[in-house]
């Protein structure tokens, strides 16, 4: 009797019961991590998915063989980063340890972008490369006309995924994502520093030329070209029909890409601004060369609070919840308050930190120009 009646209730009951073990199994697995490209969107608008809880407790770090200004991608539990040494290496987010390496020849400052098993990134000497992302191996390499310091983008277009990039030879590239093949090209007139940044059909992006311009994703052609005022050394965050960025003229601007105007501008010194904006629903997170880091109201631009760093504030914060985590010259990497730009937890390096953070799964990989790319867990992960 009882044996049929275990027998029948678990025939009755297996229809919810293994999908409940199912759901618990998965919830059991681990979490991939990813930020696959500099600022983790292709909006750029450097908001990480979860919090981050100090103090974080430094994981592991990884020597290469020069100064590390290259800002890591993560994806897949690997972390892809490019070195002054002219190398870029995969690392086990876990460990640390070396997966592989590529050698390029040409200092690697250029961010790293993981897409669909392949690694794409830029080199001092103009080349941009498709890597296979679980061996290294060289997919292609696309020929620009000078340096690319920017990180590539990617957006889709007539030929399907197509990479963005842009170099001091005052172009933007599109590249088919397969074939290395271009598609188009659109020319400034002067060197295109940053990375272009892709959001509802745009490619927007600033450059030495002083202005930012938006472009259709799909052949290139100008949309809008705004004066920004200074050239800007950095990358543009887009949130909606709005670009942000920091210029060398010592401003913070808020640019409407529908009507091809500025919004609103800021400025607190005269030290001009390299940073890329971090862009939230109400807020606008920039680093600055007057060694702060400002927290300004989205919709106005008006100071909501300045962080006071020992060093120039290069690196591009990024947003982790109710958190905000940035490098700075001075050698230190801090994660601050939002709610009151209150500093809670600090590590020092030593060497400066002009590389960006990359956040994902509550581990910060960043590297420093000692020639090191280090790690941290928050305290969630202890």
Request: with cysteine; aromatic share 10%; proline share 4%.
């Amino acid at each position: 009797m009882l044996r049929r009646f275990r027998k029948v209730n678990l025939h009755r009951y297996a229809r919810w019961i293994f999908p409940l073990l199912l759901a618990h199994a998965s919830l059991a697995a681990p979490e991939v991590a990813s930020w696959p490209m500099f600022r983790g969107s292709v909006d750029l608008a450097g908001v990480a998915q979860g919090p981050l809880r100090e103090p974080l407790k430094l994981r592991w770090s990884f020597k290469t063989g020069g100064p590390v200004k290259s800002s890591a991608a993560i994806d897949a539990n690997k972390v892809f980063v490019g070195s002054d040494d002219g190398a870029v290496y995969a690392l086990d987010l876990a460990t640390g340890k070396q997966l592989w390496s590529y050698k390029t020849g040409e200092s690697v400052e250029s961010s790293p972008l993981v897409l669909n098993g392949a690694v794409y990134v830029g080199s001092s000497g103009g080349q941009l490369y498709a890597l296979d992302a679980a061996t290294g191996a060289l997919k292609w390499s696309y020929p620009c006309g000078d340096r690319i310091l920017g990180a590539p983008n990617w957006t889709a277009c007539a030929t399907g995924d197509c990479i963005l990039v842009g170099s001091y030879d005052n172009n933007v590239h599109c590249v088919d994502a397969a074939t290395g093949k271009g598609v188009w090209t659109y020319d400034t007139g002067n060197f295109v520093n940053g990375a272009p940044a892709v959001a509802e059909g745009r490619v927007v992006f600033g450059g030495c030329d002083a202005k930012i311009h938006a472009l259709a994703a799909a052949d290139g052609k100008l949309l809008k070209e705004i004066e920004a005022g200074a050239y800007i050394a950095g990358s543009c965050a887009v949130k909606g029909k709005f670009a942000y960025a920091g210029h060398y003229g010592n401003q913070v601007v808020c640019a409407d890409l529908a009507e091809g105007r500025i919004v609103w501008t800021f400025k607190a010194s005269e030290q001009p601004f390299f940073s890329t904006p971090a862009v939230t629903e109400t807020r606008v997170f920039i680093g600055g060369r007057d060694r702060k880091l400002y927290c300004l109201e989205r919709a106005s631009g008006k100071l909501v609070w300045a962080f006071q760093t020992q060093g120039i504030v290069d690196s591009s914060p990024v947003v982790c919840g109710d958190r905000v985590v940035c490098g700075s010259s001075d050698g230190r990497l801090y994660l601050v308050n939002i709610a009151d730009g209150k500093p809670l937890w600090s590590y020092e390096i030593g060497k400066a930190l002009t590389a960006s953070p990359a956040v994902a799964s509550g581990v910060v990989v960043i590297g420093a120009e000692d020639g090191s790319v280090y790690a941290f867990e928050t305290a969630a992960k202890q």
